[in-house]
């Protein structure tokens, strides 16, 4: 493993990035968090790594950290990602997702750090023409999370072409379950993945799991969505720092699924398996603005990364959640 000082990772007490500072510290990487705690806990950082509490959009901090950590490289997940909220309070998204991220690229450019991988989304892709979507479709996002994040793809773009200084985009599809070791979960109240808010409903926290639709051009007529396991992305995003360690003079975009798509049907009827439940299926008409089917090509991250998903089965992204939601329910941790 090339020397890359230590890793800052922004929004690491957070859902995913708690899960990437887990990676990389099994990797054997020096860790450092950087995270406002507005929807993450400090008990999601582990003994011994930094944490630095605060706003990846305060340059004065972020430029103490990054000097005082020795920082190399970053892992941006701090932001805002909730769609329909977007589309209600875009300034907020504007604010949190794109400015705040070009004053972290500002102060990454003047600190010196030379790798930068950012948490993006399939959102920028808007309603594709065709599904499985691969990363040289167009870039359509139909709402302002998906357009604030296609912004700063764009404004790395720029940067990496100017400084001394490469990036990775990862691209997530529906990011899913907890660590199997029972580290850390989806922990944020009112969270709004399917996966987890069918785990509630299996352990009685809900009372039914809404249905969006059931009249798509899809086998059952509910949309089909990739789902990833959070550990295995996770990982990803140790295997794209290595990437960028080994060809400084590149950067890469590569989309992060299984190429793999389940209907919401499918998903709660996994849940009841793994559970031993029966959900209660809440019917309702379509949103606005959801595609029959999100499903990743990930031929590109097979062929440059070395990465391979380990935990690419249904079954076992839903046992993980349920795991995490049973352990969340027995020791409760405060904020």
Same mark, same amino acid.
């Given at each position: 493993?090339?020397?890359?000082?230590?890793?800052?990772?922004?929004?690491?007490?957070?859902?995913?990035?708690?899960?990437?500072?887990?990676?990389?510290?099994?990797?054997?990487?020096?860790?450092?968090?950087?995270?406002?705690?507005?929807?993450?806990?400090?008990?999601?950082?582990?003994?011994?790594?930094?944490?630095?509490?605060?706003?990846?959009?305060?340059?004065?901090?972020?430029?103490?950290?990054?000097?005082?950590?020795?920082?190399?490289?970053?892992?941006?997940?701090?932001?805002?990602?909730?769609?329909?909220?977007?589309?209600?309070?875009?300034?907020?998204?504007?604010?949190?997702?794109?400015?705040?991220?070009?004053?972290?690229?500002?102060?990454?450019?003047?600190?010196?750090?030379?790798?930068?991988?950012?948490?993006?989304?399939?959102?920028?892709?808007?309603?594709?023409?065709?599904?499985?979507? /691969?990363?040289?479709?167009?870039?359509?996002?139909?709402?302002?999370?998906?357009?604030?994040?296609?912004?700063?793809?764009?404004?790395?773009?720029?940067?990496?072409?100017?400084?001394?200084?490469?990036?990775?985009?990862?691209?997530?599809?529906?990011?899913?379950?907890? /660590?199997?070791?029972?580290?850390?979960?989806?922990?944020?109240?009112?969270?709004?993945?399917?996966?987890?808010?069918?785990?509630?409903?299996?352990?009685?926290?809900?009372?039914?799991?809404?249905?969006?639709?059931?009249?798509?051009?899809?086998?059952?007529?509910?949309?089909?969505? /990739?789902?990833?396991?959070?550990?295995?992305?996770?990982?990803?995003?140790?295997?794209?720092? @290595?990437?960028?360690?080994?060809?400084?003079?590149?950067?890469?975009?590569?989309?992060?699924?299984?190429?793999?798509?389940?209907?919401?049907?499918?998903?709660? /009827?996994?849940?009841?398996?793994?559970?031993?439940?029966?959900?209660?299926?809440?019917?309702?008409?379509?949103?606005?603005?959801?595609?029959?089917?999100?499903?990743?090509?990930?031929? @590109?991250?097979?062929?440059?990364?070395?990465? @391979?998903?380990?935990?690419?089965?249904?079954?076992?992204?839903?046992?993980?959640?349920?795991?995490?939601?049973?352990?969340?329910?027995?020791?409760?941790?405060?904020?």
């Amino acid at each position: 493993m090339a020397d890359t000082g230590t890793v800052l990772v922004t929004g690491g007490a957070g859902y995913i990035g708690s899960h990437a500072v887990l990676a990389l510290r099994d990797a054997g990487y020096k860790v450092a968090v950087l995270d406002n705690l507005t929807t993450g806990f400090r008990w999601a950082v582990p003994e011994g790594v930094a944490f630095i509490e605060g706003d990846v959009a305060d340059m004065a901090l972020v430029g103490r950290t990054l000097y005082e950590h020795q920082v190399g490289a970053i892992l941006h997940f701090a932001g805002s990602i909730i769609v329909p909220e977007s589309v209600h309070n875009p300034l907020k998204y504007y604010r949190n997702n794109t400015a705040a991220s070009r004053a972290l690229i500002e102060a990454a450019v003047t600190g010196g750090v030379r790798h930068f991988i950012f948490s993006s989304t399939a959102a920028v892709y808007g309603i594709p023409e065709s599904s499985p979507i /691969d990363e040289d479709m167009p870039t359509k996002p139909i709402n302002p999370y998906g357009t604030s994040k296609l912004m700063t793809e764009t404004m790395l773009r720029d940067v990496a072409a100017a400084h001394d200084i490469n990036y990775g985009v990862l691209r997530y599809f529906n990011v899913a379950g907890a /660590d199997p070791h029972g580290r850390t979960g989806q922990s944020t109240a009112g969270a709004t993945h399917l996966i987890k808010i069918a785990a509630e409903a299996a352990l009685g926290k809900r009372a039914s799991v809404g249905v969006y639709g059931t009249d798509y051009a899809t086998p059952d007529g509910t949309g089909v969505r /990739d789902y990833i396991h959070v550990t295995d992305l996770a990982e990803a995003h140790v295997s794209a720092l @290595r990437w960028l360690t080994a060809n400084p003079a590149k950067s890469l975009t590569v989309n992060c699924g299984y190429s793999r798509g389940f209907s919401v049907l499918e998903v709660l /009827d996994a849940v009841d398996r793994v559970a031993g439940v029966t959900l209660t299926r809440d019917l309702q008409g379509r949103r606005a603005g959801d595609p029959d089917a999100l499903v990743a090509s990930n031929a @590109r991250i097979l062929s440059t990364l070395d990465w @391979r998903p380990r935990l690419n089965d249904l079954d076992t992204i839903v046992r993980d959640a349920l795991a995490w939601e049973r352990k969340l329910d027995e020791t409760r941790p405060a904020a």
